[in-house]
């Protein structure tokens, strides 16, 4: 189950007049500020709708930037401001999920309130309605999440829903991967920005261990992208490792550098690079079996060496499809680098180009490897086709 097309109407900057076309793995690049993190937090915004209530609470548990109602609605000279926040989605095995969701901005309430809804499995409709008040006495509670209970787990609506409620927008930073600052947002297998990673870690190594042949060689991916590495392990004990006055967490990661002397060559996460953290999050996400079948990463490029951003970008598919292939990742980047990285040749990588028009909303495009990109290609990198600014997507200065 991947989904397939995207509608937004009023959401921030966004006021698409195409829906995006997603793949499995999608990457958006642009100038900053153009509208890259509204695109992952409008598909927040549904997953709250989904699990039957959009709030600050709910909204926030799933990486979504709380704020004022007339800060998430969209507000343009040159558009009339919309009466509603309308999100739509479809996947790729018939189902499709949307609302219109309202929340007055000269007296704004704690829950959003649903204009309407609807959840279709191909034509079946298990909810279609309009003016929620006629219907339901309390318009700031979804109807959909309540419907699941009486669809099957195989039902391609219901596969959607559970997505979508599972889904979440991953921003890591270092002290919380590091383990010396707490994830404001805790998760399992892995809080919003990185809190529990020595124990996510801990359960992807039992898991590929399980996997004949292939979970070893895609451990061995993952270490090799940390080049001083010789082994990954987690421990419950630092032992001398780590100084008193750093804050422990129940499990530790622990490195062994394959060039330090063989008495003084183990760290752990506290002391390690920040990158190999970062490697490390990124696969605990794509790879273990409890992370989210939809997820987001916010500029998963953060910390990253331009090469090893590259390198790691080319697992990303392979490595979504080792347990399910529905399983779907949207990210944003801002380093060159990453592009490099993309199997464009592949339908299901995708490439999308966010920038504002000349009144300001954002628009979306798909780069596709046409047959002048691909000339281009033969002697550029699309890195530095982009910064040339062959691909746009770059800002005016």
């Known amino acids: 189950m991947i989904i397939r097309n995207m509608s937004v109407k009023g959401f921030k900057s966004l006021i698409l007049d195409e829906p995006i076309e997603l793949g499995r793995v999608n990457c958006f690049i642009g100038a900053n500020g ?4 509204n695109i992952l937090e409008a598909l927040g915004v549904l997953g709250a ?8 609470e709910s909204l926030m548990r799933r990486g979504v930037r709380a704020g004022v109602p007339k ?37 704004p309430e704690p829950a959003w309130t649903y204009k309407s809804e609807s959840l279709f499995n191909y034509n079946e ?13 309390n318009p700031r509670a979804g109807l959909a999440a309540l419907k699941l209970v009486e669809l099957a787990p195989d039902n391609a609506a219901s596969k959607l829903m559970q997505a979508l409620q599972e889904y979440a927008i991953y921003c890591p930073n270092t002290p919380t991967l590091r383990g010396i600052s707490p994830d404001q947002q805790a998760r399992d297998p892995l809080g919003l920005s990185g809190g529990n990673l020595a124990e996510a870690f801990n359960a992807l190594q039992e898991h590929l261990n399980g996997i004949p042949d292939l979970g070893e060689d895609i451990l ?20 001398s490792l780590l100084s008193p006055q750093v804050p422990r967490t129940k499990k530790l990661i622990k490195f062994t550098d394959r060039f330090m002397t063989k008495s003084r060559n183990e760290l752990t996460a506290y002391d390690a690079s920040e990158g190999a953290l970062y490697v490390l999050f990124t696969a605990v996400l794509c790879l273990l079996p409890k ?38 990742l949207l990210f944003t980047a801002h380093n060159p680098a990453v592009l490099d990285g993309l199997d464009l040749t592949d339908p299901e990588v ?12 954002t628009r979306v495009r798909r780069i596709e490897l046409t047959e002048k990109l691909q000339q281009m290609s033969e002697d550029f990198p699309l890195s530095r086709l982009w910064l040339m600014g062959h691909l746009g997507a770059v800002p005016n200065v």
């Open 34 to 37: 153009v509208g890259k993190s």
């Open 49 to 56: 709708a989904a699990n039957g209530v959009v709030d600050d």
């Open 71 to 107: 800060l998430y609605k969209s507000s343009f000279a040159s558009e009339r401001t919309p009466t509603h926040i309308g999100i739509d989605i479809t996947n790729d095995i018939g189902a499709s999920y949307g609302v219109s969701l309202l929340n007055p901005l000269g007296s």
């Open 125 to 137: 409709a298990i909810i279609a309605n309009g003016a929620r008040s006629k219907i339901n006495l």
């Open 220 to 239: 061995e991916q993952v270490i090799e992208l940390i080049d001083w590495v010789s082994d990954i392990e987690v421990v419950s004990q630092a032992g």
């Open 291 to 328: 992370a989210p079948k939809v997820f987001a990463i916010d500029n998963l490029d953060q910390a990253l060496n331009p090469r090893l951003l590259a390198r790691l970008t080319s697992h990303l598919s392979q490595w979504l499809q080792v347990n399910d292939d529905s399983r779907q």
């Open 350 to 361: 995708r490439l999308f180009a966010v920038e504002r028009n000349s009144n300001g909303l």
